[in-house]
């Protein structure tokens, strides 16, 4: 689900990046926040950084006495996009195994969909294995999958989410 959401950030500009006029501050400003916006990748309480899509409030610069570079504290509003438990989501199938699928949805690139959550879908092994059921409908990597969303997990380490997925339920499987 992709949420709107209103942060507070704090930018620092180095000294050569500032003039009279302001307009290569705003700038330089803009350019760092998303520079910084986007190395963040993810937060747990809001998903994964998406996109900036205003400034809304530049406050005032404070120069930090070490450095020479100055912090601004910024107000602006994004979009952030995270799953939830029990959510409809699409997925594009990027890998098959025995025991199951992963797949890509949005900026998550491990969801998993156990062979137990699949009902009436056999593997067929081969140079490219796949799901197939008794309507013919393949499951194998490309294939849009819609799923419900049976869990999530937050890594630390690597700032990303993990989910479980089903296609237990009405409208569920491949699109």
């Known amino acids: 689900m992709f949420l709107k959401v209103q942060l507070p950030w704090n930018v620092m500009i180095s000294a050569e990046n500032m003039d009279a006029k302001g ?16 190395s963040k990748k993810a937060t747990r309480e809001l998903g994964y950084y998406v996109a900036v899509t205003t400034l809304d409030k530049i406050g005032e610069g ?18 952030t996009f995270k799953i939830f438990k029990g959510e409809i989501v699409h997925g594009v199938v990027n890998k098959v195994m025995k025991h199951g699928v992963f797949l890509k ?11 137990t959550k699949m009902p009436d879908y056999k593997y067929i092994p081969g140079e490219n294995p796949i799901f197939m059921n008794e309507k013919m409908s393949r499951i194998q990597v490309e294939t ?11 890594l630390e380490v690597e700032r990303e989410f993990q989910a479980l997925a089903s296609l237990e339920g009405d409208y569920l499987g491949p699109i």
């Open 23 to 38: 307009l290569m501050l705003k700038r330089a400003i803009l350019v760092q926040l998303l520079d910084v916006f986007a």
């Open 62 to 79: 404070k120069i930090r006495e070490n450095t020479g570079e100055v912090l601004f504290p910024v107000l602006f509003s994004g979009i």
């Open 144 to 154: 849009k999958i819609r799923v419900v969303v049976l869990g999530t997990k937050w």
């Open 105 to 115: 949805c949005g900026p998550i690139e491990n969801m998993y969909l156990s062979y």
